[in-house]
């Protein structure tokens, strides 16, 4: 039967309009945050604040029991009571028009059996997930039955079991009629029914995606024990939504191996374009701040519900934290706000959320309420720029976004907004300054490659005269030598050409005390080397061109290396926060391993008649990192001045400099040892190994002393208290 609101609660109603008057009426009853680019949780203004926390009671309708989802479409809010077994629809006062619990079908009167979802479409049909009687339910805008979507059947055999449960928990319907379900224990993807409501199939099946882990034992397991073994499920999204356009938002609550596609949007023939080129995927929380009264809450976020919003915008709710993110389209995060707590404005258990205008509805299945909150300044001038932006009209969204600054100069999605509308106008390098604050290297890259265009179209004609003119007068400079050579020393053909020998004797070392030049020829000679690795290695040990000195210095600028390249490559290819730099830390990452393959390799080789003293493997290992000095120098410098596209030069030298390094210590290895290529191989190997088990042993070792130097704080704390 459908009852008619239309006189419920005068009183009620008149305050919940004066209190919807007031947008701050409650102050938010958490701390608001963000993340920046290195996913670091940092302070930010609030976007949303309570205004109206309304349940049954206060609307008129008695209690909500359980309550499942909530839509909203216009000015009308749409309640699925579960509990209740009835749908609530309101106002945007809240004031009930309408409560459908019972309807007319041809057999008499029928009624819900735990309606989970509810969806409304332009025309006004209203449509009811009906979980209990599993099937889906279409209600006119006056809420007349209009027809009774059952249980899905198809003729291709092995499309749907025959055991199947179909228990329906989310729908959405498109502007072409076309049904779309979420149904509870169904890991196949979206169902979708037609116009005429028969089943179509599924769409958006998310893909089967076991660890690596799980992999291996599936790899290596017996036909028995690969029978009791659990199957690999995919992930079962859970809910949904459908934008103006279209598209299918849809949410993915658990799964961990689907964590960076935890939300998707899906074109009509299921596949997800939604763009991830944020700093992070949009999966709610990736460092997990919690505040004291969520310190039990472990774990990352289970996205329950999903809002298409305006200007590609979209939220997600987490039921862990109880929290909502939201999103640009090309998601970026936005802003954070909610909170799990018993006081008015936070959540215990929030199942479903809607945007109404600016503000936002949660429904609580908890506390049975829905609360409100409206945006803060912080909040609109943030749309306003995104729609502004999406106008055309990126002077006005620049504006926009600084005022966004005013409140949050942590907000890196205003200084991306900034560059974007910059970069459009043409200021490159200004757009270049606000992407870097807002860490895009995306955008940043972008806005060099145009900057470096724009450099190079206006200053192409006096580089290219530069060019000549130097060219110029290199030649004329080179006649003149050769000329002033032949006046001197005769015919030019009669000079000795430099052989092989005398090319070497260039490096040649002075015996005797070390001094000075005997080290420089030594540092020198390192160019040799790594060049001639076997005859250079071998000149290292017998002719002594090497000493420890030269290389200490060489083995000191390869942590230097280390440490200048860490912090100073160029900000489109540099992942590091520079923030965080610890010089000794970064230097001890050269340093340890660099003394363990040296301690370990002679331990080892001592026992297998190896030839190389400890002396001799230090040396001739510092020796061969140095074409990682060579390399990561000038190409560290370089990167300042690469673009994203350029990046994949950054990486083959970065990779040539240590496969060049590795080649050279496993040849050193070998001519230090007198070893032939097989044993070498086999000792680096047993080096590697040997080189984990001394790490292991030291952090058992530090673990231990640990505990009992805190066995020995709680002595004398007993002591202490005892006396």
């Excluded at 209009?146 to 928990?169: F, N, Q, T």
């Excluded at 200053?459 to 007068?473: D, K």
């Excluded at 340890?592 to 080789?605: D, K, Q």
């Amino acid at each position: 039967m459908i009852h008619k609101r239309f006189y419920t609660s005068l009183a009620v109603s008149v305050l919940m309009l004066l209190v919807y008057g007031s947008a701050s009426a409650y102050a938010a009853p958490y701390s608001s945050y963000t993340y920046d680019w290195w996913k670091n949780a940092v302070p930010s203004a609030s976007a949303y604040v309570p205004s109206i926390v309304v349940d049954g009671a206060d609307m008129g309708v008695g209690p909500l029991k359980n309550p499942g989802d909530l839509y909203v479409r216009g000015d009308r809010i749409y309640v699925a009571d579960s509990g209740n077994n009835r749908v609530v629809c309101t106002d945007r006062n809240f004031r009930p028009y309408m409560v459908i619990s019972s309807f007319h079908v041809p057999d008499g009167i029928d009624g819900f059996d735990e309606p989970k979802g509810v969806f409304v479409t332009e025309a006004g049909h209203i449509y009811v997930a009906d979980k209990g009687n599993e099937r889906i339910v279409e209600f006119d805008s006056e809420g007349e039955i209009v027809r009774i979507i059952g249980k899905p059947r198809s003729d291709v055999e092995g499309v749907l079991s025959e055991d199947m449960i179909y228990r329906p928990l989310r729908v959405g319907v498109d502007r072409a009629g076309r049904v779309y379900v979420i149904a509870d224990g169904i890991f196949d993807g979206i169902m979708e029914f037609g116009v005429d409501g028969g089943f179509k199939g599924f769409m958006g099946a998310p893909k089967v995606a076991p660890n690596p882990w799980e992999y291996f034992w599936s790899k290596i397991s017996t036909k028995e024990q690969k029978r009791r073994r659990a199957l690999f499920l995919p992930i079962e999204y859970s809910s949904l939504d459908i934008d103006g356009r279209g598209f299918i938002y849809a949410s993915v609550s658990g799964g961990a191996t689907q964590k960076e596609e935890a939300v998707r949007r899906l074109n009509p023939t299921g596949v997800d374009v939604l763009r991830r080129t944020g700093s992070f995927p949009p999966v709610g929380d990736v460092d997990f701040p919690h505040e004291e009264s969520e310190a039990s809450i472990t774990g990352r976020s289970v996205l329950i519900d999903v809002a298409a919003r305006e200007n590609g915008m979209y939220s997600v709710l987490d039921r862990q934290r109880c929290r909502i993110f939201t999103y640009d389209e090309n998601g970026e995060l936005l802003y954070i706000f909610g909170a799990r707590g018993d006081v008015r404005g936070a959540f215990r258990n929030p199942v479903a959320i809607d945007w109404m205008g600016e503000a936002f509805l949660v429904l609580d299945e908890a506390n049975g309420c829905i609360t409100m909150l409206e945006p803060t300044e912080y909040a609109s001038f943030m749309h306003q720029a995104i729609d502004l932006h999406n106008q055309g009209k990126y002077d006005e969204a620049a504006d926009m976004w600084r005022n966004v600054l005013r409140y949050n100069a942590n907000c890196e999605a205003a200084y991306i907004g900034i560059g974007r509308s910059l970069m459009r106008q043409g200021l490159y390098s200004e757009a270049m300054d606000n992407f870097k604050l807002g860490n895009s290297r995306e955008g940043y890259s972008k806005a060099f490659k145009l900057h470096k265009k724009e450099v190079a179209n206006r200053t192409f004609g006096y580089v290219m005269t530069a060019v000549v003119v130097v060219i110029l007068a290199l030649a004329v400079l080179r006649k003149v030598r050769l000329f002033s050579r032949s006046a001197s020393d005769g015919d030019a053909s009669e000079l000795e050409p430099m052989t092989k020998y005398h090319a070497r004797m260039i490096y040649r070392a002075e015996e005797g005390p070390i001094t000075g030049k005997r080290i420089w020829d030594s540092l020198k000679y390192a160019f040799w080397v790594i060049c001639h690795p076997f005859d250079g290695f071998w000149d290292l040990k017998h002719e002594r061109r090497g000493n420890t000195v030269s290389a200490t210095i060489i083995l000191v600028l390869i942590a230097l290396t280390h440490v200048f390249a860490r912090q100073y490559t160029g900000f489109v290819l540099n992942k590091n926060d520079p923030k965080r730099l610890n010089v000794l830390l970064e230097i001890s990452t050269v340093l340890v391993p660099f003394a363990l393959w040296i301690v370990v390799n002679w331990s080892l080789t001592t026992l297998t008649d190896g030839k190389g003293t400890l002396k001799d493997i230090y040396i001739a290992t510092a020796y061969a990192l140095f074409p990682i000095f060579l390399i990561n120098v000038p190409l560290t410098i370089w990167s300042r001045y690469m673009t994203m596209e350029q990046g994949a030069f950054f990486t083959f030298f970065r990779v040539l400099s240590l496969i060049w390094a590795g080649w050279l210590v496993f040849s050193g290895n070998m001519v230090t040892h007198d070893f032939e290529g097989g044993k070498t191989f086999g000792m680096s190997l047993l080096t590697v190994a040997g080189m984990g088990v001394v790490i292991f042993i030291s952090l058992l070792y530090a673990s231990l002393i640990d505990q009992f130097i805190g066995f020995v704080k709680d002595i004398r704390t007993e002591i202490v208290f005892r006396m």
